[in-house]
Nanobody, 124 residues
Framework: QVELVESGGGSVQAGGSLRLSCVAS????????MGWFRQAPGKDREFVAA????????RHAASVEGRFTISRDIAKNTVFLQMNSLIPEDTAVYYC?????????????????WGQGTQVTVSS
């Protein structure tokens, strides 16, 4: 298992930007597919973005395409989520996840590792 710690959440007005970070530690992390998910109050957790360890496959949810970008710094065992043009509907707890599977499908993370989450609040 790998341990994940998210940071960078906060409160921002609509149209603003935030960058989330997730640092992985523990077992070798270079070959993990990393992903971001979010869960708004009263709603199910939903996929946001994911990227394989070598950047070979990247996927963003349609709801964030063109506004959010996932990236990673392998040397620092860190994955980022740059969030631009934020809207109130983006308000949620954002979770970082890791899986050894070379897949960006949501199901690939079912048996993976998860962070504790970081709150993002977007006001109108």
């Amino acid at each position: 298992q790998v341990e994940l710690v998210e940071s960078g959440g906060g409160s921002v007005q609509a149209g603003g930007s935030l960058r989330l970070s997730c640092v992985a530690s523990g077992r070798t992390t270079e070959r993990y597919t990393m992903g971001w998910f979010r869960q708004a109050p009263g709603k199910d957790r939903e996929f946001v973005a994911a990227q394989t360890w070598n950047g070979g496959i990247t996927r963003h949810a349609a709801s964030v395409e063109g506004r959010f970008t996932i990236s990673r710094d392998i040397a620092k065992n860190t994955v980022f989520l740059q969030m631009n043009s934020l809207i109130p509907e983006d308000t949620a707890v954002y979770y970082c996840a890791a899986t050894l599977l070379y897949s960006v499908l949501t199901s690939a993370f079912n048996s993976g590792s998860w962070g504790q989450g970081t709150q993002v609040t977007v006001s109108s």
